[in-house]
């Protein structure tokens, strides 16, 4: 089995405790890079080795390529790890780490800008028979485009940044006057978040569900899909709760989009760990986006298919053979992940600050991946996630007992948190039922 002799690990938080975790129990020696305002975090007093980069504001640290080079340079690490955020899905960055004779732990540049282009990748997998959402062809260059393509789409429809995420350079219109301001809005934001203000439209889905499917890949051609997630609780594009499998879906659509996308992703000869994010709406798959990273929500997967990802990920990238085979692959029970943010629940303003009292669920079948601590201070520059409490079993019904137990049990004092939120959710009867829509938890909260 090849392995590096040491990782660098470009993220903070609990994803980078979780990808150190990993990395020791592969036996491979560790680097943190840190802001000033993360020097008494978990994963920097664990870590092998530390390096400062930088200020608090992520500027000037997390997303400053050269700093964490030269961290890289200084401490003698052969690899790096992006984690899921930052400079994940950033291709220049990928390109320097080759350029210098490291390995960047996640696809090519190639794939990175193919994909991180949302014009670009509805093209490919339309190319490659993959459904899309209905919608005009390339981008909106104009109002007059926009009207012309709206009209033969029908209305309502979104205007979507092509480099977007996150929710952000998309804008919904429901009719030509709303178009023309949904267009300069969507452009204007695109512009700002991402540097590119190129858009396109697709036509609007009502009350679609957000279904996705975890790929792994090696560098020898071998693609194993880990079954799907539905993330569709969400508020304002942001996912709050996941699960898989996802419940309530025909087994014969499930088969039918899996065998596309395995099909797909060896077409594109990518390797690594990757996401296609569709939308079911009808009866129909729908391909939103891939994302070309590590995803928050895969420890969902990894309970109900016993793989850990982040190895096989590192594994992958070191050249080794997937040591599995899509027969292989065994769905046991179910999981749910609760997003634990340190955020107003009502409000959802975030609330950074001091913790004055942790106390972690604890029990069979229930896992917390956090980087926080009794004393710990929550900085204000960053994401607000502070934690994701994951629940398993043999049963949907099950899984959603043991949750609603280890919510009582989390205990985060100090600050803020969105735990009594996840109370609600976990005893509401939408969520019981299972197959909400994306937009089920805005209406209910009325916001």
């Not at 439209?201 to 071998?222: S, T, V």
């Not at 304002?236 to 087994?251: D, F, R």
Request: charged share 20%; net charge negative; aromatic share 6%.
């Amino acid at each position: 089995m090849k392995l590096f002799s040491k990782i660098l690990i470009a993220d903070r938080g609990e994803i980078a405790l979780r990808v150190l975790r990993a990395c020791q129990e592969l036996g491979i020696k560790t680097v943190v890079v840190h802001s000033t305002a993360d020097e008494d975090s978990m994963p920097v007093r664990f870590a092998d080795e530390s390096v400062c980069i930088g200020e608090p504001l992520a500027k000037d640290s997390y997303l400053n390529m050269r700093a964490i080079m030269t961290a890289a340079e200084i401490t003698g690490a052969d690899a790096i790890h992006p984690g899921v955020g930052f400079l994940a899905e950033n291709s220049r960055f990928a390109q320097m780490i080759i350029a210098h004779g490291r390995t960047f732990i996640g696809p090519s540049p190639e794939h990175i800008d193919m994909m991180g282009d949302k014009i670009t990748a509805k093209t490919t997998m339309q190319n490659f028979g993959i459904p899309t959402i209905p919608g005009a062809k390339g981008e909106i260059t104009s109002e007059e485009t926009a009207l012309q393509q709206a009209a033969e789409i029908g209305f309502p429809v979104l205007i979507k940044a092509a480099a977007g995420g996150g929710g952000k350079g998309m804008k919904v219109a429901h009719n030509e006057q709303d178009l023309i301001q949904a267009y300069k809005l969507a452009k204007a934001e695109s512009k700002a978040s991402f540097g590119n203000d190129q858009v396109y439209m697709e036509r609007y889905l009502k009350a679609p569900r957000h279904i996705e499917f975890q790929i792994l890949a090696d560098q020898h051609g071998h693609v194993v899909l880990l079954g799907e997630r539905d993330c569709s609780v969400q508020r304002n594009h942001q996912k709050i709760w996941e699960e898989a499998p996802a419940p309530n879906l025909p087994a014969s659509a499930l088969v039918r989009v899996n065998e596309l996308i395995a099909k797909a992703v060896k077409k594109l000869r990518y390797t690594g760990v990757g996401t296609i994010e569709m939308l079911y709406e009808n009866g129909q798959f729908y391909f939103m986006e891939m994302n070309t990273r590590l995803q928050v929500e895969h420890t969902v997967t990894e309970m109900i298919t016993g793989i850990d990802i982040v190895k096989e990920q590192i594994l992958v990238a070191a050249g080794n053979h997937l040591p599995f085979s899509q027969k292989d692959i065994c769905i046991r029970g179910h999981s749910i992940e609760c997003r634990i943010n340190a955020e107003d629940p009502k409000t959802f303003f975030p609330s950074p600050g001091r913790i004055n009292m942790f106390h972690s669920a604890n029990g069979f079948g229930i896992r917390l991946d956090s980087h926080v601590y009794c004393g710990y201070v929550i900085p204000p520059y960053y994401d607000s996630l502070i934690g994701k409490l994951i629940t398993h079993a043999n049963s949907r019904e099950e899984c959603l007992s043991k949750m609603r137990r280890a919510l009582n049990e989390l205990v985060i004092d100090g600050v803020a948190t969105i735990i009594p939120l996840h109370q609600q959710l976990a005893t509401d009867p939408a969520i019981i039922k299972g197959g909400v829509d994306i937009h089920w938890l805005e209406r209910t909260l009325g916001c």
